[in-house]
């Protein structure tokens, strides 16, 4: 690692900085982490964070996911305290795949005779230098260095105008409505490291970052992540230490195994469950923020296979034998493991998770399915028996998932892995908020419900007059004759009609597709009356939400009459239930442009990055080698 400044001060200039917008999705994890392949389904979806505590210090190793150009990337994470320089290092990808893989839970078929699924038994059980000067608070730039393939900076200032300045300069950008997330952070003295790729790297050189820093309670900056948040995103933490170590600010969830259903036309290993979405659920039902305690007890088993492996030197690639090691060192000097895993949407992000020793016991990993679960014989004889794709999906906790037949979705889904029982799940979502495609924690396309609120880089939005307007990437984006598409993000969503769901896939070129259709089963006017609750003040939201006039709810089979005159995207209401919470976008939504964007998807959530601030960044630098 060499040190290009540390210990200096910076006066932030103001420069425009012009930026080109960028998509961000999560890569997919590899089902088997390299060596030691799991034998479990694996969250191919989630942002893992690996934390180890040690007397007086924790190291945090947090995955970077992103998919785009490399001179595009930018990732933001706020801390509580300078890590010492030294600290600062990549980790493998593999190594954390790999301890996922091998510690997430396991499913053991029903145990009855009428269940003939043979299922594999699984092997496992720096400080700051301030100069008086006059004029606004100074950015202070704690450590400045090239890490393996990144330019790393840590820096500060009592000013979030100030921060928010010299980032931009540096080519991050930030829209107006992020700023009072910067001044969150900043006055509770929080600094802030942020990485770029080195004008050298590539994409393909993306590693997990890692840094010491003092204390031993582990703390995850999670406020500042709705500003690019995926709805639903899965978020998966192990800590490894002394003992089991639990949330602290957030409660503990219970998954009871008498309500595991298991996908009967999938018979090969893994077995797909809907445990991700009972997670969802339970954390939805706790308020929106919980933790599911997947894993605890004595990290030896697992670390005694990887250290076999290794003086075996038994690896296909150099790749491999790296992250071996690099786990193993890990493994050795911590003789217990807790694994803990959320899914949680931006509206949810409120506070930043805390974990602390605990005293409980053990958790165990296996899991026993029941032949029945609510009445209903999972291991039916009738080999064409239709199941509910609903069952294994999560629509979010604004949303209600209905079952839509193939044919009826007006969309080629044929070998979409989507379809269970020639069905797929279709999402109707409340007032306020607009269907996205997103992905499941299996890696497959899903309709996920997001608040319409929080969108915070929106079409014909500027950092300031100077900047290039952001293009509207609806126009060129069609949800179909009952729904209109909403940017999110410069993502294109859809709200659909009351009385219609979205249903979604991604096109052969990766790009999303979305559709409103009308159900068989008639969605309830009970759901519409239902509303989003009101954004508490720690999440100011991205745009306004305005009241409209109501219009009658279609019966099922009906075609509504469009809405006349709506310049925005307009859910239909039944009368009865009152006025309807829309999101309004900012100027520029509603019209259609030639600035179009078509958003190329490749499999996964939007990068957690903990605080991935800057959705897009650094034409700057582009600019300055011209």
Known sequence: MRILVAQRVYRAAAMLAVAGAS?????????????????????QTA???????????????????????????????????????QSLAVFPQQALNALDANTGPTFQPPNDPACQINFPVPA??????????????????FIRAEVGPYDAAVVGSESPEELVRWLRNEGYRITPVMEPYVARYTEEGMKFLALKLLETAGVQDLKPFRFTLPGTS???????????????????????????????NWPSVE??????????YVYSFPIQTNWVQLVARGVDAAGGQGWVTELAGPSQPYTEQVRQQVQNDNFATEENREAARALLASLEAHPYLTRLYTRVSAEEMISDPLFGRSELGDVGRNHQLSRFVNGEDQCAADPNMSTDPCD?????????????????????????????????????????ATARLSFAPNG????????????????????????DALPDPCATFSCGDNGQCVAMNLTPTCVCDQGFVAVGQLGADGTRQLRCVQPTEAIPASFYAGRLPALPAALPGGREVVLTAAAPMPAPGSSPEPAVGADFPMPRANPELGPSQIPVGSPGAGSRSDGGCSLSVAGGSSPWGLLLLAAAAARLRRMRRA
């Open 218 to 248: 582990p703390s995850v900056p999670l406020r500042m992540t709705a500003l690019a948040a995926e709805p639903e995103m899965s978020i998966l933490v192990f800590v490894l230490g002394e003992q089991r170590f639990e949330g602290k």
């Open 444 to 467: 497959d396309p899903t309709v996920i419900c997001q608040d319409g609120r929080l969108s915070f880089l929106n079409p014909g939005d500027r950092e300031d007059e100077a900047a």
């Open 47 to 85: 942002e893992r964070i690996l934390f180890e505590v040690g007397q007086d210090s924790v190291t945090m190793t947090t995955q970077i996911s992103y998919n785009g150009r490399a001179e595009d990337f930018a990732w933001i994470l706020p801390l509580s305290e300078v890590p010492d320089v």
């Open 392 to 432: 294994f999906t999560t629509c979010g906790a604004a949303g209600l998932c209905r079952r839509i037949p193939v044919a009826d979705t007006g969309m080629n889904m044929s070998g979409s892995p989507m379809v269970m029982g020639g069905a797929v799940a279709g999402c109707a979502c409340l007032a306020g």
């Open 124 to 141: 496992l059980s720096g400080s700051a230098v301030n100069e008086d000067s006059s004029g606004p608070p100074p950015v202070n730039v």
């Open 23 to 43: 998509g961000f999705t999560s890569a997919e994890a590899e089902a088997c982490g390299g060596f030691f392949c799991g034998q479990q389904p694996v969250d």
């Open 255 to 264: 998954i009871a195994d008498d309500q595991l259903r298991y996908n009967p």
